[in-house]
Every structure is written in C-alpha cells, then in structure tokens.
C-alpha cells in the first residue's frame, strides 16, 4: 500500500480512540502530555506539585508494540474502520494492507508505533511524520526509537516539587534594619521521585531532593541585606533570642516602592539523579520560586528636651 495511504488510515484509526498515556499537570504548570504511549508515569513527584517547565530534546518517537501475530491480530481487527477511512476501498486493498503484517509472523522481533509529546507544539506535526509501523529485529532500536536516556528525560519533565508557603518573623510588616527571620512551610517529604515505565521493557527513576533556599529580597544591595549562611534546605522558623543566619535585613523602607512594598521571593533548589545511573545523564537541578509582599516601615522616636 502506498505509503500515504497507510500513513491516513492508521492515523484515523488511531483517532477513534483516546490519546493513551499521562498528563502530568497542575493548575498552571505541565510537565509531558503523552500521546499514543505504552508509557506509564509513577511517583510521589508526579503527582500535585509545581514543573520548571523542563522541555523535552525530541517530541516525538518510536515505541516498542506487539509481536507479528499479535500486531496481525490487531489490524486484522479494524476491517471495519478500514472500509469506512479507506478511500475507495475493496477487499484487494485491504489484503494488500495487511500482506505487510502476514509476512512477518514467525519472525522474531516486535512491530514498534509512533508516540509524542503533546505538551508540546511541536509534538504532533513530529508524530505524523513518522511511519505508522516499522518492524523491529530483536535487541535493536530503530531511527527515533525511544532509548532509556530518553525515558529518564521523561520521568525528568514529569517531575513536580512542592510549592511552599513562605513565613516571615516579623510577619505582617518588618522595620528598617530589624532582622525579618524567613522560612518555608508544606514541603512535606524533601524528596521526590518520578519513575517512567514502559512495561516489561525498561524504566528509569530520577530522584530530587531538596537542598536548599535562596532569597531574593526584591531590593538591590543598598536596600536590603540577605543572610542565606543558615538557611539549609527549608529556612529557619524564628526562634527567641536566636542568631539570626537565614532571612532579610532592610535598610530603607518600601513606601516609595510599587504598593509600597518590597516582593521577597524564595527559590527552592532540588538536585536531580537518576536512580543506579541507569544512564549517564546530568539533568540541571528543579528550581521553583514563590513569592509574597514585604512592606517595610521606619520607627519613628521624638527626642524631647
């Protein structure tokens, strides 16, 4: 069959039927959206949380699928949508259609089909160029099929971190040059997993565990003086009498400032490995900000004779 031709039918078979695979999303954030996948998404990481938004190298790929007779099974199963898809259809073409799937049986190997990423724009225009079915030789990988790096990359962009509440000692307004002791409440578990599977063929983990913090004042050197030396993963929640090691110190009010108030912001810093260096890759640390106003007033004293 004309490689056109099979390239349309199998695409409206394949839009009978839902988008297999996971969406990995929460509110304004997504990590991957796969697309016709056997690929399955696990992991307190893949859960609520917040992406940094980590785009995958290549939206579109090949995945390991039936075996000839199963795959021969199959197609020989959507007689139906192929008389009703085919242009001009007759029982010769629909033979000559499944002829590709009757040669194969007993061989060895697997017939692999194209899955995407639809989180991404780019992902579906990949997708149709591939072929619908290319038949694979036993311990090989065809052009564009997915690899295990490529699988850890996925469990990569489907990682979520908690995005946490900041608290300020003072809370509810700070003065100039008073300490305003910061830390960071609801991370829960300071590590977080993703594992992405395609069953019975590989998988891969990646781990994040959180390390630590670093704040931005929302103010330049000349207005504000940051202390971050003991800060560790998560902050350090006001303590009476303590040192102060981990927050802001202002030294110029906010009232001539946008809402007359500083914006502080507190960036989570989550280092990411894979699980037993099933690949030798080197992913960039999970870093997610959250924010919240600041408005700094002066303490005002009379001086009477």
């Known amino acids: 069959m004309n490689r056109l031709i099979a390239l349309a039918v199998a695409g409206l078979m394949l839009l009978q039927e839902p988008p297999t695979g996971e969406t990995i999303s929460n509110g304004r954030t997504r990590g991957v959206e796969l697309a016709f ?3 399955v998404i696990s992991g307190d990481g893949a859960k609520s949380g917040k992406s940094d938004g980590y785009v995958l190298k290549r939206p579109c790929w090949y995945e390991p699928g039936p075996d000839a007779s199963e795959m021969l099974k199959t197609q020989e199963g959507v ?6 898809f085919t242009p001009n259809p007759t029982e010769e073409k629909f033979q ?22 639809a989180a991404d724009p780019k992902g579906r225009a990949c997708w149709a160029d591939l072929d619908p079915f290319v038949f694979v030789p036993p311990g090989n990988t065809p052009p564009s099929g997915i690899t295990i790096q490529e699988l850890a990359e996925i469990a990569r962009a489907a990682l979520t971190v908690p995005e946490p509440t900041i608290k300020l000692n003072p809370d509810a307004k700070s ?15 300071p590590r977080r997993s993703v594992t992405a599977e395609i069953p019975g063929v590989m998988s891969a ?3 994040a565990t959180l390390q630590d913090i670093k704040i931005d004042p929302g103010a330049g050197k000349d207005r504000a003086e940051v202390r971050e030396d003991g800060c560790g993963a998560s902050g350090r929640p006001y303590v009476k009498d303590g040192t102060f090691s981990c927050g802001v110190r202002y030294l110029r009010s906010s009232i001539d400032q946008s809402r007359e108030k500083y914006v502080l912001t507190v960036t989570t810093v989550w280092p990411v490995e894979v699980v037993d260096n099933v690949v ?11 924010s919240r106003d600041v408005p700094v007033g002066e303490i005002q004293s009379n001086v009477r004779p």
């Open 37 to 39: 996948s056997k690929i």
């Open 280 to 290: 030798p890759a080197q992913f960039e640390p999970v870093q997610v900000s959250t």
């Open 96 to 117: 000559e259609f499944l002829k590709q799937f009757k040669d194969k049986v007993g061989q060895e190997g697997r017939w692999w089909g194209p899955a995407y990423n």
């Open 79 to 84: 007689r139906d949508l192929w008389f009703r």
């Open 205 to 207: 983990t990646v781990v």
């Open 175 to 189: 003065y100039v040059n008073l300490p305003t002791w910061v830390w960071l409440e609801g991370i829960g578990q």
